[in-house]
């Protein structure tokens, strides 16, 4: 896996770290990942104020042109651990991003709402409901704080 994650990652600038803050709820934030090919982790860098929580977390490099075509990615899932050096992502598992472009990239984002559509269905759960004007508060409130 290691050798998938050494040629994939040169690719990309950054990547999207996600995991628990420290109420328990996902968060994710911006990193440059630094492999450390002896240990088979990498290294991240967590931006002043940002408090995630050692455990279960995942890394996403994706890249895509500015019509949001042309998608390319992979994800990693791992676990993110703190030591006396800073941050670490150990990753257990290598997924490769699906198809990036053209038809191919609408019929699966249509199979995806699809498989949601059903999901929620066999359950008879309604769709929920995105608090659109609470994410806008925060924004708003996080650049009030800068």
């Known amino acids: 896996m290691w050798n998938k994650i050494t040629r994939n990652l040169k ?5 999207v770290l996600t995991g628990m803050d420290a109420h328990g709820y996902l968060f994710s934030v ?14 991240v860098q ?20 500015e019509l949001l075509w042309n998608l390319e990615s992979f994800l990693l899932r791992g676990n993110l651990m703190q030591d006396g050096q800073g941050w670490n992502f150990q990753p257990q598992q290598f997924i490769p991003g699906g198809p990036g472009t053209g038809l191919a990239a609408v019929r699966s984002l249509l199979d995806t709402r699809r498989a949601a559509r059903r999901y ?25 704080a800068r």
């Not at 690719?11 to 990547?15: D, F, I």
């Not at 911006?30 to 290294?43: F, G, I, K, T």
């Not at 929620?120 to 009030?144: F, M, N, S, T, Y």
Request: charged fraction near 20%.
């Open 11 to 15: 690719k990309y600038q950054s990547a």
């Open 30 to 43: 911006r990193c440059v990942p630094e492999m450390d090919a002896n240990s088979q982790v990498l290294h």
């Open 46 to 65: 967590l931006p002043p104020g940002v408090q995630l929580h050692p455990g279960p977390a995942s890394l996403l490099c994706h890249q895509h042109n």
């Open 120 to 144: 929620l269905q066999k359950r008879h759960l309604p769709r929920p409901r995105v608090p659109w004007d609470e994410i806008v508060e925060v924004k708003a409130q996080a650049l009030r």
